[in-house]
């Protein structure tokens, strides 16, 4: 039988372990879901570890059940994972405490006093704020201050790739495109950063011992192998070589077969973000790094919506209750069943315009969301329509940034995450875009980059690109519509562009008056 590949691709909420061809076709999948998060207090959100690796054991079972001739084919294995989302270990890699995912808005107290020297410094090129916001977001820095007990039995401290990939292995190695987060990571570098040098902003306002931090290795390497004991839990193959991906995000983006600056991937899942592919360090946002890439040395500059494309499950959770039934009723994703909404809907919403910012990013510290335009004639299927068309002028926006450091345009979109299965919402990001949409073949496109990695770092690939060249196949394409782009290019332009900053001093008022958010 033809080899085939493994992917574990772990995310919010769900666990999804995929055979690959070598040609890229799904051969087979389990998807275990569970739930995304426990919230002991409000805005925190921790998950217990052994979920995922219990999910990832219950999904290799019952792929080697289902299918037993692609499970026994398989060559190697490739994690990834969600981002920014760490986890305590001892020395035999058991947790300490629940893993703080990406979700938490717990916040620290600061950590760093810099100098008479290195305040004249940061002030003259304007980053006191950033770096305050930084390290205050740093849950290493939280379980410091609140959790000393667990900070000082830590062993290390890891990604959830990082765990999952401990648990394979027994080695505490770790990809150098996995180290995305509050971390203190040189993103120029793609090292450990170095608190002697002058500039060192990540080492400072995250002071973790070297000694706690894994062992990188570079996108394509071998981590390790399959353990005795990870055998015997999993079914996998003892010594099975486990090779080093990278983040979900970055994946998905080789998973789409974006491999440079002119082209770009949209990623509507649970958070939205536009990113591409470059061979030297961007920075979109000041002082938002260029995330390491899973194509070794190169860059992925990104801009992030924080709630992005969760913004539908908060839709569907406070007023799709009816079409949330239908959709179970009929066996279908919500989404078939909302895009009926979007049809029912003009382009522009009747004049609803939304701000997507439910959650504040770092180029809009006070931001949040804002929906303005309101009259009598609008309904339900408005304000979804609203939503998708707000998420898309943010994600435009982030093109512009991305089109700004790089000094390329982009020419072409590739789109991926749960969101583009609706041909509706697709539709809606070409017009807004003005771009040709190209949709992958696969859905899986995460688990998809991962098998890419893998192959050529099990040998069955000479280079990267034959392995993206043979893997990666596009589905549907999605035109731009001359009628909407119009509609659009006056409501981004006129409107959407200007908003924030009208809206900004009303939010810091909002926040003086009402607490919220501390």
């Not at 002030?123 to 704020?129: E, M, P, S, V």
Request: hydrophobic share 40%; charged share 25%.
């Amino acid at each position: 039988m033809q080899k085939t590949i493994l992917s574990v691709d772990c995310g919010t909420q769900s666990l999804r372990a995929v055979l690959f061809s070598l040609t890229g076709e799904v051969l087979a999948i389990e998807k275990i879901r569970f739930e995304p998060y426990v919230s002991e207090k409000p805005g925190w959100a921790e998950q217990d570890p052994e979920i995922y690796w219990e999910t990832l054991i219950t999904a290799c079972k019952k792929l080697k059940r289902s299918h037993p001739g692609y499970f026994n084919a398989i060559a190697g294995i490739g994690v990834t994972t969600i981002r920014d989302s760490m986890v305590n270990v001892d020395e035999n890699g058991n947790p300490l405490r629940k893993a703080i995912i990406w979700l938490d808005q717990r916040k620290a107290a600061p950590v760093y006093y810099p100098g008479l020297g290195m305040k004249i410094v940061i002030k003259a090129i304007g980053i006191g704020d950033s770096l305050n916001k930084a390290q205050r977001d740093g849950k290493c820095n939280w379980i410091k201050q609140n959790e000393p007990e667990i900070w000082a039995k830590t062993d290390k401290y890891l990604q959830v790739s990082g765990f999952l990939n401990y648990r394979l292995t027994g080695n505490f190695n770790e990809s150098v495109a996995s180290q995305i987060g509050h971390i203190p990571f040189d993103y120029k570098k793609q090292k450990w950063g170095n608190a002697k040098e002058l500039v060192a902003f990540s080492s400072k306002i995250y002071p973790i011992e070297k000694s706690k931090l894994p062992e990188l290795i570079r996108p394509g390497e071998t981590i390790g192998k399959i353990t005795d004991v990870a055998a015997g839990a999993t079914g996998l193959p003892a010594g099975l070589p486990v090779i080093a991906c990278g983040s979900d995000r970055g994946c998905s983006t080789v998973g789409v077969g974006v491999l440079s600056v002119d082209m770009a991937s949209l990623s509507f899942g649970t958070a939205a973000t536009i990113q591409t592919t470059s061979n030297v360090y961007l920075e979109p946002i000041r002082f938002m790094p260029s995330y390491p890439a899973v194509l070794p040395g190169k860059f992925n500059p990104e801009v992030e919506i924080y709630r992005g494309f969760w913004m539908i499950s908060w839709f569907i959770k406070e007023f799709a209750h009816n079409e949330a039934a239908e959709a179970a009723k009929r066996n279908i994703p919500v989404e078939e069943v909302l895009d009926e909404l979007l049809k029912q809907s003009p382009p522009g919403s009747m004049g609803l315009v939304v701000q997507p910012f439910w959650s504040p990013g770092l180029s809009e510290p006070a931001a949040k969301g804002a929906i303005i335009g309101f009259g009598d004639v609008h309904k339900k299927q408005h304000i979804y329509r609203a939503i998708i068309e707000g998420l898309a002028f943010a994600l435009l926006e982030g093109k512009e940034k991305i089109e700004r450091v790089s000094k390329r345009k982009i020419r072409k979109i590739a789109i991926s995450g749960g969101a583009s299965q609706s041909d509706e919402i697709c539709q809606i990001a070409a017009d807004v875009f003005n771009l040709t949409l190209v949709r992958s073949s696969t859905v899986e496109t995460s688990a998809l980059g991962a098998a890419i990695i893998t192959a050529k770092g099990v040998g069955e690939y000479a280079t990267f690109h034959e392995a993206i060249e043979n893997m990666v196949h596009y589905g549907k394409e999605f035109k731009p519509n001359k009628n909407n782009v119009e509609i659009y290019k006056q409501l981004y332009k006129n409107v959407y562009k200007k908003m924030y900053k009208k809206l900004e001093p009303f939010y810091h008022e909002i926040r003086k008056i009402t607490g919220y958010p501390k």
